[in-house]
């Protein structure tokens, strides 16, 4: 079963503009990861925001975690063509062993 | 390094045919993860290793899958008879430590195609 959810599933935004995606969990949770994924790629790591932590900060990239609420936003600010990708959270739950539950992820479009 | 190295890249297999996928860790990296992804059902974890021991095999859809980790640097997965729902990139990946609190590299994926 999926622990992270995205919202929206897909979003297309003119260059330079700001680009915000968020991240639903359901149970609770060590740390909370975010990956891009370009087309025909594998994921790539962007940030790792402990349960701890509620506000992370990554060059254009600024992540909050609201354990409260069991949601987590990334916000990628100024976006670029190159920014176009999906991206995933990814959950390591407490009841885990380790291992991330990903999310279905949200898909950007960034307009030249 | 060279990350995560998976082969073949693409493999068109007609259904009932034996696949094997490879992957080559990061040298050093003592977690080893197999994933799934499919348009209807995203990412899936199939069955990770830590130091070449399977840890969590709950991922694997039946008894057709199986994978094994001989060694610190290499890892199989087997699709055995292969069907055409088993269609899907095959990803691996690897990290220092567990999933959860270190980030885990992922390979370029194989794309399975059952005919």
């Known amino acids: 079963s999926q622990q992270g959810e995205e919202d929206p599933q897909a979003l297309s935004i003119q260059e330079g503009e700001n680009a915000t995606m968020n991240c639903s969990y359901k149970?609770?949770?060590?740390?909370l990861q975010w990956y891009r994924q370009n087309s025909g790629r594998g994921l790539v790591h962007l940030i790792l925001?402990?349960?701890?932590?509620r506000e992370k900060h990554s060059g254009r990239l600024r992540v909050t975690l609201d354990t409260s609420k069991k949601s987590s936003s990334l916000l990628i600010t100024a976006s670029r063509a190159a920014d176009t990708a999906s991206y995933f959270c990814?959950?390591?739950?407490?009841?885990?062993?380790?291992?991330?539950?990903f999310g279905q992820g949200t898909t950007l479009q960034v307009k030249p | 390094d060279a990350g995560v190295i998976q082969s073949p890249r693409h493999e068109v297999t007609e259904m009932g045919q034996e696949v094997t996928l490879r992957c080559k860790p990061i040298?050093?990296?003592?977690?080893l993860f197999w994933y799934r992804q499919t348009m209807m059902r995203g990412l899936e974890l199939l069955i990770y290793?830590?130091?070449?021991?399977?840890?969590?095999d709950s991922g694997m859809p039946e008894d057709r899958f199986s994978a094994k980790m001989p060694n610190a640097s290499f890892s199989t997965l087997k699709i055995q008879p292969s069907e055409p729902r088993d269609s899907a990139v095959y990803f691996c990946?690897?990290?220092?430590?567990?999933?959860?609190?270190?980030?885990?590299?992922f390979g370029p994926g194989t794309r399975l195609t059952v005919l």
């Open positions: 990946a690897s990290s220092l430590g567990r999933g959860g609190t270190d980030t885990q590299y």
């Open positions: 149970t609770s949770i060590n740390n």
């Open positions: 925001i402990r349960s701890n932590e």
């Open positions: 990814a959950t390591d739950a407490r009841s885990n062993t380790g291992k991330l539950i």
């Open positions: 040298s050093g990296h003592d977690y």
């Open positions: 290793f830590n130091n070449n021991v399977p840890i969590d």
